[in-house]
C-alpha cells in the first residue's frame, strides 16, 4: 500500500527499498545537498534521490516528499 509523505520506511534501508519500488532512486534533487558521508568522512553533492558516496560506497536516500529537508536523508548501508 501505498504510504504517501506520511509513511515510515523503518530507516535507510527502508527508503532506498520505497526508491527503488516506485522507480524513484534516479530522480534528480529538487536542490542538491552537500553531505558529510557517516562512513568516512567524505563531503559529496547528492544529486538523486539515491546517491553514494564515491569514497567507501554509503548508500543514501530520501523520498521525493522530504526532499527539501536535507535532515529526512538518511543512510542505507555501504554497498546497499
Given amino acids: 500500500m501505498h504510504q504517501g509523505c506520511d509513511g515510515s520506511f523503518g530507516g535507510g534501508a527502508g527508503v532506498v527499498d520505497k526508491l527503488r519500488m516506485m522507480g524513484y532512486s534516479g530522480m534528480a534533487m529538487p536542490v542538491e545537498t552537500r553531505l558529510v558521508c557517516e562512513g568516512c568522512g567524505t563531503s559529496f553533492q547528492m ?34
Avoid: F, L, N, W
Avoid at 564515491?54 to 529526512?72: F, I, L, N
Fill in 47 to 80: 544529486k538523486t534521490m539515491e546517491d553514494r558516496c564515491p569514497q567507501c560506497g554509503m548508500v543514501y536516500g530520501v523520498t521525493p516528499c522530504h526532499a527539501h529537508d536535507p535532515r529526512s536523508i538518511q543512510a542505507a548501508g555501504i554497498g546497499y
